[in-house]
């Protein structure tokens, strides 16, 4: 709520509307629990000018790392090793890579 009304007077930057959708997701739980689904993860790559034609859901994913200057980990082996908790992926891709195991 502050958040909202400091930007309301300009005293705090816009945020991506990318971002924003990102953020009302509940980090700990999985992209289904959050009612995330392909269509949605789409739009919100084009949202940050993410080409997403022919991409599956980890490239897609990846894409979104890559734009936010993260680590293109989804779905990989680093999650053995892991400790970003706060990652908006980590419990799909925990599921994920547990289940190509």
């Given at each position: ?6 930007k ?6 816009a ?49 979104i ?32 890579q547990?289940?190509?195991?």
């Amino acid at each position: 709520m502050v958040h909202e009304m400091l930007k309301n007077v300009g005293m705090l930057p816009a945020i991506n509307p990318a971002v924003e959708e990102a953020n009302k997701f509940n980090k700990n739980s999985t992209l289904e629990e959050n009612n995330v689904n392909f269509n949605e993860i789409r739009k919100m790559a084009k949202g940050m000018k993410i080409n997403t034609n022919r991409l599956k859901l980890p490239e897609l994913i990846h894409s979104i790392q890559r734009a936010e200057n993260n680590i293109q980990c989804y779905g990989t082996p680093r999650v053995d090793v892991c400790n970003e908790e706060q990652c908006l992926w980590r419990s799909n891709c925990v599921v994920t890579q547990t289940s190509t195991i």
